[in-house]
């Protein structure tokens, strides 16, 4: 469980990362919109966890991979920003959050099982 300052920090990195990807985020994936849904920060404050999702990009692997290799730079600008908030600036591993896709699968099976339940009563 995540306590208060981690928290806290999660949401102002959170906040600054979407402003940097809203801003510059075409420089690294042109036409694609991507949103940082979620940030965990480990207790030492010293490793950041961005989960991302892309829209209006087909291979969302490569577009990881493409953040990836500009996370320093991602890195140097998220730490303009807080510079004044932090004593370290965290280090960012980004990673694909994936819920959306879960969650149209999930709709799927149930779909799937209600029109089965809808079959057999009418059977």
Known sequence: MESKRQQKFAGVIQED???????????YLPNTLVTITKVRVTPDLAIARVFLSFFNNANTTQALQ?????ASEIRYKLGGRIKDQVRVIPQ????VDDTSEYVDRMEKIFDKIHR????HDEE
């Open 17 to 27: 990362l979407a402003a940097i990807f809203q801003r510059e985020g075409v420089n």
């Open 116 to 119: 089965e339940e809808k079959q």
């Open 92 to 95: 960012l591993e980004f990673f």
């Open 66 to 70: 493409t953040i990836k290799q500009h």
